[in-house]
């Protein structure tokens, strides 16, 4: 089956800094990726749209200069988290889209604990 | 607003009992509708998803969900559950068809020996 992969799985830093996370699809290509946030017992929420090839689209809320969005390939779409800050602190949740199938494929997502 | 809810946060039940997983959308037309599974440490796995046809839809590990119109509804279902059906359940729809999913708040289900 479909793979999408997240790194790292967990990452912790220090106030201020930033930090990037990778979402790849191991085995299929995927011109679209989507970006999510899960807070602690709560439900995911959309934080943008990632197209290769063109700027990302963001939900409305989402800082787009807090959260960069790089998809510089059909198999990698980046989430950059600049100056992170305690409240940047959650889980992060990548799915990308089959290309033929157009089904929508998790990634494991990556727990970010900024400090 | 639209919306999708999911009205029980936490469910219990035994091994081998029935179970159904309740799952409310509000929207104008009907969306593209899905349920997903996530276990501790793992991605999101899709259960079973309805775009149209039957409105009773199957899916992997035994479950199925039911489409009503009606009532707005996408209820999960398993006629006998496992211990290793413990696991958060989410509903989702994608009211535009485009890709970008709606999640409910999650149903985290419990499963006594």
């Known amino acids: 089956g479909a793979v999408v992969s997240q790194h790292p799985s967990w990452v912790i830093c220090k106030s201020g800094t930033s930090v990037k996370i990778e979402c790849r699809s191991l085995d299929f290509q995927a011109t679209t990726m989507f970006w999510y946030r899960q807070f602690p017992k709560q439900s995911l929420m959309l934080m943008a749209t990632s197209n290769e090839g063109s700027k990302a689209t963001y939900e409305q809320g989402v800082e787009k200069d807090k959260f960069l969005i790089n998809h510089a390939s059909l198999t990698l779409s980046t989430l950059t988290v600049t100056s992170a800050h305690p409240e940047d602190s959650s889980f992060y949740i990548c799915?990308?889209?089959?290309?033929?199938?157009?089904?929508?494929?998790f990634g494991p997502g990556t727990r970010l604990t900024v400090l | 607003a639209q919306s999708v809810t999911q009205p029980d946060i936490h469910i219990t039940v035994s091994e081998g009992a029935s179970l159904e997983l309740r799952c409310n959308y509000s929207?104008?037309?009907?969306?593209?509708l899905f349920w997903y599974v996530q276990s501790p440490g793992q991605g999101l796995q899709l259960l079973l998803k309805?775009?149209?046809?039957?409105?009773l839809v199957q899916g992997i590990k035994g479950f199925e969900a039911e489409f009503k119109r009606s009532q707005s509804s996408f209820n999960l279902r398993k006629p006998s559950v496992h211990w290793s059906d413990a696991a958060e359940y989410f509903c989702a729809v994608d009211d535009n068809q485009g890709g970008k999913l709606i999640f409910g708040q999650g149903t985290e289900l419990s499963v006594k020996p």
């Open positions: 929207y104008g037309a009907t969306p593209y």
């Open positions: 799915s990308a889209v089959h290309g033929t199938s157009n089904e929508q494929f």
């Open positions: 309805y775009f149209s046809g039957d409105t």
